[in-house]
Every structure is written in C-alpha cells, then in structure tokens.
C-alpha cells in the first residue's frame, strides 16, 4: 500500500460572495478533458509539453466577434493577422470563416497564398516589405498599407515599371489617448505626416489610394480609444474627399483588442475586467456612424483582430518534473515548459490548472519552466495544490503569439495538435528532434576531416 503524501493543515478564511483583488471566489476544478478529450490520452500518444487548439472555440468566438460588429454596421471584413498564429490549419479555418488575410512579412505573404487567399483579399502591412515582394502583391492586385516614404517611392518607381496601378492606403499614427503612443509605424496625423504622404500619392497619379489605416496599440483596454481613432479616420478621409473629390472605399482600424487573459500587475483578472466585442464594437461603429459619411457612402469597416480571435481557443499541457523550497522558504514547481515555449507568461499570469483531481491544500507557488536560464519563470506567484512528479497542468489561453514567437532553445518544439469541431483529434505540427535542429547546419569540409 503506498504510503499518502504530508499535507500540513490549513486554515484559510472564506469570504462569501464578495470580490478581492483575486476577483469572485473562484474554486479550481480539474481540467481532465478539453474539448471532452481526455489531457492523459492526449500526452500519451503525443507526448509533453503540448499545444491544443480548439476548432470549436475558434469558429465560436469568430462568430461572437463578427455578430458585435455586422449588428451595428452594414459593411465590416474581417482579416485574420497571420503573425498572431500562422500555422496553416488555424489560417485555413479563419479563412473558411471568411476572413482575408492581414501579412507583415514576405514569409507570411507566401503563406497566404500558398492557404489558397485570392490576392486581391491580402493585405500587406509591416515597415519591411522587400522589393520582389511589393513586386509580387502588385501582380496580385493585394492591398498595400504604406508605412513609409522610402516604400511610397519605391511603389511609384514599381508603378511605371509594370504600368500597374497598386491599390494602396497609408498607415496612420495618432493620439487616442493610449500612451506611450504607438508612432513608430506610419505617418503621424497630428504634426501633417499624413496629409504630406496622400499629397504625394495623388500628384503621383501612379497610386490609387484606396483606403486609410490605424493600429493604435496593442491588448487595448480601452473602447473609447478605438472611437477616437475611427472619429479620426473617417474625418481624415472625408478631408480627402472635399480635397481631391476622391472617395476612401474602406477604414482599417487595425487589431490590439484584448483577450481574456490577466495583464501582469492587474488587480482583478481579465474575465471580470477585460473589454469584449461588444464594447469596442459599439465604440468603433457609433463614431463611424456620428461621422460625416452619408448612409449609402459608408465605407468597408476592416478588423485585423488577432489576439481575441484565437487566445481562448489554444491550452498548453505540462507535466511536472519537480518540486524544491526556494531560499525564501516558498515552494517552485519545475515542469518541461518554459518561456521558450510559453512567450506570453512575460505578458499575462495564464490561468494554470491541475489536470488531476486534488486535495484543498494549496500553497502559494513559483512555477518555473526548464530552462537553465533564471528567467525562465511561467507564473512568479500561484495558489497551487502540492503536485508531484509527472502530475499535469493545463495552461489557458495560448492560443495567440505562441507559436509563432517560441524558440528553439535549450529544448527542442513540441508537438501541436487540433481537436475539430467534431471531436477528432489532429496534429497540426510535429514535434521537433534533433533531425529539425541539424538540418540547417553546416560543418565546413575542414571540421569534419579533423574529426
């Protein structure tokens, strides 16, 4: 008979019905299953750490998303933002969902195409857009958001060469409030940036301007800034009408908006605090609506929305490889994943659970990842139950930048797999092994003769 692990005896005072900086009492349940797929089935035949994506999630939350805003404005696209999680088959099922695609890269552009995007349904954002690849995005006709002057001058050059005419809009950075405000990308409103760059591209006659773009922050917390900014827009581009008699097809106000997740150092978490749809739905469309576009002008109201789309849909399963006292007398679980894996823990304090049911004994824990890096802690401070070694936590809302910001270091990537909206089970990536690593490498001729 195997002998029950010590648990000292605990008092804890319970404090009914009312909030405290942990926000509503909120009981840990085990989290055995996702997607009603068991966590110990999964590992097993996929092993851990491990990434799982909820299809059902995604198309849920899309749903939610589009629903906030097409109820409150006539004409709105959505364009899944590639660098939030670009792995094929999310892509592909924001894309069967109808959303177009939103690249900053030439990596993320041939992605899109090769997902299957009409070119005409791409568009280019980012400061770094090579030549061969603003050459390529006109040939598709896609949508090129210009973020600088030296780029503005390299589409006019490309224009006349190719006698095409590239369907542009310009990035603009503004005060809405948000600060530090975001002005490293585009041309600011207020000091004339703006009004100097569509000059240029309407007395080039090489461009046809054909919409205005903004993405005033990230994990925005604020409604009210998105208002602002869309009161802006729209100003701007009715200016640009009564300049030039020159109609601005669409406003693009970018992404930023907030997912569930707790922000580091907030006070109450994010389920109970964070903004949904319906607030930055309602904030966006009321200041396009209040603005001085008649009804049948109204222009295509595009959301690069990356973050809220796909955070709630992706767990990360880790098991426990340890546990030791820290100097300080507290308790540090380690498991076998790290920030290497699990970028945002510098962001947010995920919400960790045991995958396993468990006693009511916690104690307040550091969970650290395996890396022998002192940084390489996932939540510096969490009410746990004592784990032991090869118990699992699931880690939630994953989902957004992830996998696309891990690293290859110290251990290789692990294995991500999608449950479909019909319960099966799909790997969607393998599991990195030394083979991935060495592929890349070269040993100079010189180094293997000496060997």
């Not at 909120?26 to 797929?37: A, F, K, W």
């Not at 309602?282 to 576009?293: C, D, K, Q, R, Y």
């Not at 824990?365 to 699931?394: A, F, Q, Y």
Request: proline share 4%; hydrophobic share 40%; net charge neutral.
């Amino acid at each position: 008979m195997a002998k029950k692990a010590y648990e000292r005896p605990l008092i804890k005072k319970l404090e009914t019905g009312m909030p405290s900086k942990f926000g509503l009492r909120n009981d840990l349940v085990p989290v055995t299953h996702i997607d009603e797929v068991a966590v110990s089935e999964l590992v097993e035949k996929y092993g851990s750490p491990l990434f799982v994506l909820s299809e059902e999630t995604i198309v849920n939350t899309i749903e939610k998303a589009r629903r906030a805003f097409t109820t409150r404005y006539p004409r709105v696209q959505f364009a899944w933002s590639y660098k939030t999680n670009y792995l094929d088959a999310i892509c592909r099922i924001f894309h069967l969902e109808g959303a177009w695609a939103e690249v900053v890269s030439g990596f993320e552009y041939e992605k899109a195409l090769r997902n299957g995007v009409d070119g005409k349904k791409i568009i280019f954002n980012g400061p770094e857009k090579s030549r061969p690849g603003l050459l390529k995005a006109i040939h598709n006709d896609s949508l090129i958001h210009i973020d600088h002057l030296d780029e503005l001058y390299e589409l006019v050059e490309l224009a006349s060469e190719t006698n095409l005419k590239p369907r542009v809009a310009i990035r603009i950075n503004m005060d809405t409030g948000i600060y530090p405000q975001w002005d490293r990308f585009g041309f600011n409103l207020e000091t004339g940036q703006a009004w100097d760059a569509i000059n240029k591209i309407m007395h080039s006659g090489k461009l046809e301007l054909t919409g205005l773009h903004c993405h005033i922050g990230t994990f925005i917390l604020s409604p009210g800034a998105y208002g602002v900014a869309a009161t802006k827009l729209a100003q701007f581009a009715i200016d640009i009408r009564n300049k030039f008699n020159h109609t601005i097809k669409y406003l693009d106000l970018g992404g930023g908006f907030a997912s569930k997740n707790t922000l580091k150092g907030s006070y109450l978490p994010g389920p109970d605090i964070n903004p949904g749809f319906d607030d930055y739905a309602e904030a966006i469309t009321t200041s396009l609506h209040n603005s001085g576009f008649q009804t049948n002008e109204l222009p295509l109201l595009i959301l690069e929305t990356g973050r809220a789309l796909i955070d709630e849909a992706g767990y990360l399963i880790t098991t426990v490889l340890g546990n030791k006292r820290l100097a300080s007398g507290g308790r540090s679980t380690i498991i076998d994943a790290g920030v290497n894996l699990l970028f945002t823990a510098f962001w947010y304090d995920h919400k960790t659970v045991p995958a396993q049911p468990f006693s009511l004994y916690r104690e307040e824990t550091v969970l650290c990842g395996p890396l022998c890096m002192n940084i390489d802690v996932v939540r510096d401070n969490i009410s746990l139950p004592l784990l032991k070694k090869n118990d699992r936590l699931v880690i939630h809302n994953v989902g957004a930048y992830n996998m696309t910001q891990w690293m290859q270091f110290i251990t290789m990537r692990p294995a991500v797999v999608m449950i479909s909206a019909d319960g099966i089970v799909h790997q969607i990536r393998k599991k990195e092994d030394i083979d991935t690593i060495l592929q890349s490498e070269i040993i100079p001729q010189y180094l293997l003769s000496k060997s």
